[in-house]
């Protein structure tokens, strides 16, 4: 059986380029693909539909720039 790929809230705020506050947010959106375990430390998700939704509904964001 194939596992699935997971997110949790840390790769989500790197997926999207927010902090894990807006992170919070961003999965209390209706349409936001439900979790597929919420377990006592943190919460995950199904990559594939995370990947499907992101590709639906956030525009891509520049990655922060770093000052030198």
Same mark, same amino acid.
């Given at each position: 059986?194939?596992?699935?790929?997971?997110?949790?809230?840390? !790769?989500?705020? +790197?997926?999207?380029?927010?902090?894990?506050?807006?992170?919070?947010?961003?999965?209390?959106? =209706?349409?936001?693909? @439900?979790?597929?375990?919420?377990?006592?430390?943190?919460?995950?998700?199904? +990559? *594939? @539909?995370? *990947? !499907?939704? +992101?590709?639906?509904?956030? =525009? =891509?964001? =520049?990655? +922060?720039? *770093?000052? !030198?």
């Amino acid at each position: 059986m194939k596992r699935p790929r997971l997110y949790g809230p840390g !790769e989500l705020a +790197a997926l999207f380029n927010v902090s894990r506050q807006r992170v919070l947010q961003i999965t209390r959106r =209706p349409g936001f693909p @439900e979790p597929l375990a919420r377990l006592i430390g943190t919460t995950v998700w199904d +990559a *594939d @539909e995370v *990947d !499907e939704w +992101a590709r639906r509904h956030r =525009p =891509p964001r =520049p990655p +922060a720039e *770093d000052d !030198e």
